[in-house]
């Protein structure tokens, strides 16, 4: 069952911007009151963390890959989650998964999330 879907995804060149959404399109769980993340993962590599919002984006923490370059909002009257992505690099290219958290805070391990999205392809050509 899909509880979320990854939206904006596509292929872009070295320094342009991109914002993904990630829409809730489930009753399955509390959106409004729980963390939401985003990861992304290349075939055959580990899931990389980006970064989590909390349930009243009051807490937003970043992965060191991306800290500085991409900014995570969230609007929970749209419940939606927002990834804007700027400076894209080519080691930026990934499948890019967003996910709900149990609780109102998130962290930085996907085991933690049961709720995900199919997720979107991100593709930064040099």
């Known amino acids: 069952q899909v509880h979320l879907v990854e939206l904006g995804g596509g292929l872009v060149q070295a320094g342009d911007s991109l914002r993904l959404s990630c829409v809730a399109l489930q009753r399955t769980f509390p959106f409004n009151d729980v963390a939401i993340a985003w990861f992304r993962q290349v075939l055959g590599k580990e899931r990389d963390f980006i970064g989590t919002?909390?349930?009243?984006?009051?807490?937003?923490t970043y992965g060191d890959s991306v800290a500085g370059r991409f900014t995570i909002s969230r609007d929970n009257i749209k419940k939606t989650v927002f990834l804007q992505m700027d400076n894209l690099k080519p080691e930026d290219t990934a499948t890019y998964y967003c996910?709900?958290?149990?609780?109102?805070?998130?962290?930085?391990?996907?085991?933690?999330?049961?709720?995900w999205g199919q997720g979107t392809q991100v593709t930064v050509s040099s």
């Open positions: 996910a709900a958290h149990k609780k109102p805070v998130g962290n930085r391990n996907y085991e933690d999330y049961p709720y």
């Open positions: 919002v909390s349930w009243n984006a009051g807490i937003i």
